[in-house]
């Protein structure tokens, strides 16, 4: 049975008709002083908990699930992560700091048998957890919706950290080059980027990345590009914080394509193919 995360019901129901699940209809309730609860159905045989940590709620919602799972009869428990929270903060950048990713894979871990997550931002995140962790790449679904007919496409990452996810959309798209810019981030909301040695004068250009937060390393690579033709967006978590869609719209971007791993008006690729797979 797929037991899904408040926040990342599409991509669970999409998940449940790929792998020919029930889907459990869950309950999320809250009482006044904030604190979050949970109800699921009974459950016979395997549990996936599919649940993005977006937010901090959204991080305990998964330990309940998974606790919830466990109560409802459920003999094994998978978590599904589409988009895992605080997967960045992969290491403690100063004396003092946690190091966060750790800290919720190691809480993740307590309540499950196995771990699932769609385009860690390094897959050296897996190894925080305690239990069975896989990576699933999610990135060649979202050259679908782009347009068949792209002019002598460029695919671009921000930065060298994205290559691989700019290569595997230029390979599901099955045409183009690839390259990337070279990223230096000054704080949370300002980056500078510089551009790739790659002519794009004239070329529809897709800048790829896995994650869109802030929307300050798309737009700066946007206005680093010269003369392209059209500007399209990609990117597997569009988690879109504050005002990130209007500084993308602002840079003159075609269109924006995400994946359900967030739920957002921009999520038209399902990351459930990606996951079924996986878990099948
Ligand atoms: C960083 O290495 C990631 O791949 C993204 O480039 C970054 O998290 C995007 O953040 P923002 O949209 O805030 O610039």
């Known amino acids: 049975?797929?037991?899904s995360g408040s926040a990342t019901q599409q991509l669970a129901?999409?998940?449940?008709?790929?792998?020919?699940?029930?889907?459990g209809r869950v309950e999320y309730d809250s009482f006044p002083d904030g604190e979050q609860l949970v109800r699921v159905p009974a459950v016979d045989g395997r549990a996936v908990v599919v649940a993005s940590?977006?937010?901090?709620?959204?991080?305990?919602?998964?330990?309940?699930?998974?606790?919830?799972?466990?109560?409802?009869?459920a003999s094994e428990?998978?978590?599904?992560?589409?988009?895992?929270?605080?997967?960045?903060?992969?290491?403690?950048f100063e004396a003092g700091e946690?190091?966060?990713?750790?800290?919720?894979?190691?809480?993740?871990?307590?309540?499950?048998?196995?771990?699932v997550t769609v385009c860690p931002h390094e897959d050296a995140v897996l190894d925080f957890f305690d239990v069975p962790a896989t990576g699933v790449d999610a990135a060649p679904l979202l050259a679908e919706p782009l347009p068949a007919d792209l002019a002598d496409p460029v695919f671009l990452a921000?930065?060298?950290?994205?290559?691989?996810?700019?290569?595997?959309?230029?390979?599901?798209?099955?045409?183009?080059?690839?390259?990337?810019f070279e990223k230096v981030r000054h704080s949370g909301s300002e980056v500078t980027v510089t551009p790739s040695d790659v002519a794009v004068s004239g070329r529809?250009?897709?800048?790829?990345?896995?994650i869109i937060a802030t929307g300050s390393t798309m737009s700066e690579a946007i206005a680093a590009l010269e003369d392209p033709r059209r500007v399209f967006?990609?990117?597997?978590?569009?988690?879109?914080?504050?005002?990130?869609?209007?500084?993308?719209?602002?840079?003159g971007v075609e269109a924006v394509y995400g994946t359900d791993t967030i739920e957002r008006a921009v999520s038209t690729v399902s990351a459930a193919p990606a996951v079924a797979a996986e878990l099948d």
């Open 1 to 3: 049975m797929i037991l």
């Open 13 to 23: 129901a999409a998940l449940a008709a790929a792998l020919g699940e029930d889907l």
């Open 53 to 73: 940590t977006v937010s901090s709620d959204t991080h305990v919602e998964v330990l309940q699930l998974q606790d919830a799972a466990r109560e409802a009869g």
């Open 77 to 92: 428990v998978v978590t599904v992560l589409p988009y895992m929270g605080y997967a960045r903060q992969d290491e403690a």
């Open 98 to 115: 946690p190091v966060s990713a750790r800290a919720v894979a190691r809480a993740v871990s307590t309540g499950t048998d196995r771990v």
């Open 158 to 180: 921000p930065d060298s950290g994205a290559t691989d996810i700019a290569e595997s959309v230029r390979d599901g798209y099955g045409a183009g080059a690839t390259d990337h």
């Open 204 to 210: 529809d250009v897709v800048v790829v990345d896995d």
């Open 233 to 251: 967006v990609a990117c597997v978590h569009p988690l879109l914080a504050g005002n990130a869609r209007l500084k993308l719209a602002n840079a």
